[in-house]
């Protein structure tokens, strides 16, 4: 039997899509021409958040292996690239937005009351399979943004919040680390000793500044202390346990250790994709905080200091988003822990010569 020929549009299913912009401003007898951009935006919206967790479920799913394969490791790194150029897709698409007026969104704005972005449920999965804290989530209100959602919606959510979020698997990823230690050498000791000669090198050499008015020496040496205290709780299981029960860690102190690592000695071989990847992360979610700020940007400029159509203070709740909402804030705190690589500890021979690869071992 001849095979039946496959047509474009219904490959594409294009009768489905191209007729699912139904204007609301029509059916109320009040055309509003900018209503369907506002329409078709905010679909292509949905498609691009579609395929975000189309990348993020594979990649949580190949990075959260027991054993994480280098070849899986690269497949990873290509999948959140491909979701940074989404993210810059996606807040390009503000500025088509912009091209619509305050006074023309206001043709049909009542139109949409009580629905809100806040409902977008495919919105609400990304930020829970990047894996936002819940506990420092801005709510719109005391029944929190779940009770937005329709019951089939929250189920599906909350199906997603069973499942392991980008930010568990990286972390477990980082924790099960090699490299770290070997026969009687620890990263963590080597380091430690490193930032303690730093510190030690630094109050010599600030006693040996005559021009220092006394307020000025007290003011220099209580900043050489605050470093140090900050680089002392990284190096200390308790007081890094003390700092994550006041919220100011998320990350383990095994993960962050292990981040570390990598991060200083990136320009081994086998630590340069863990490196990219790190970064690449860590640049997705700066990108989703600029998501955020691109869109609060819009709403100040759309409808200005109005109430959203869904009842939240708009601006307000979407300008708090942009800080509160972070993921992976830990991993780019490791700037603060950087020494200047004439300070960096060398790796035992060991293990440098395991993080090169095999063909360059002479």
């Known amino acids: 039997m001849e095979q039946t020929r496959l047509y474009y549009s219904d490959y594409l299913q294009l009768n489905k899509i191209l007729s699912a912009q139904q204007l609301r401003s029509s059916a109320a007898g009040t055309p509003a021409h900018e209503e369907m951009l506002f329409i ?10 579609k395929q975000l967790l189309w990348e993020l479920r ?33 807040e390009r698409q503000f500025d088509v937005l912009e091209t619509m007026t305050p006074s023309q969104f206001m043709e049909f704005r009542d139109q949409l009351y009580p ?24 709510q719109i209100d005391a029944a929190g943004y779940r009770a937005r959602l329709r019951q089939e919606d929250r189920a599906a959510l909350e199906d997603v919040a069973r499942q392991p979020s980008l930010f568990t698997a990286i972390e477990r990823w980082l924790e099960k680390m090699p490299f770290m230690e070997s026969g009687g050498y620890r990263f963590l000791d080597a380091y430690r000793q490193a930032v303690e000669r730093i510190f030690a090198h630094d109050r010599e050499e600030l006693a ?25 709780a990284l190096f200390d299981e308790q007081a890094y346990r003390t700092l994550q029960e006041r919220g100011e860690k998320r990350l ?28 690449a992360v860590l ?14 940007m819009m709403v100040s400029r759309m409808i200005g200091q109005r109430t959203g159509t869904g009842g939240s203070s708009g601006f307000d709740y979407l300008m708090a988003t942009v800080l509160r909402h972070r993921v992976f804030a830990d991993l780019a705190a490791l700037s603060s822990y950087i020494l200047p690589s004439s300070h960096v500890p060398p790796l035992p021979d060991d293990i440098a010569h395991k993080l090169h690869f095999v063909a360059e071992i002479s």
Request: hydrophobic share 45%; no cysteine.
């Open 58 to 90: 594979d990649v949580i799913t190949r990075i959260g292996q027991d054993y994480v394969p280098e070849s899986d490791v690269g497949i990873a790194l290509d999948r959140v690239r491909r979701m940074l150029v989404i993210m810059d897709l996606l």
């Open 115 to 138: 629905a809100s972005g806040f409902e977008s449920v495919q919105f609400r999965m990304v930020e829970v399979a990047l894996g936002v804290d819940e506990r420092t989530r801005v």
């Open 208 to 232: 040996k500044v005559t021009t220092l008015s006394p307020d000025e020496r007290i003011r220099q040496q209580e900043q050489i202390a605050r470093l140090e205290a900050h680089f002392a």
């Open 283 to 296: 640049e997705l979610d700066k990108r989703v905080s600029m998501f955020r700020f691109r869109h609060a």
């Open 252 to 279: 383990s102190q095994r993960a962050t250790l292990a981040a570390l690592f990598i991060t200083v000695y990136a320009n081994y071989p086998l630590l340069q994709q863990p490196y990219r990847l790190l970064d």
């Open 40 to 49: 078709i935006v905010h679909q292509a919206f949905e498609l691009w958040f």
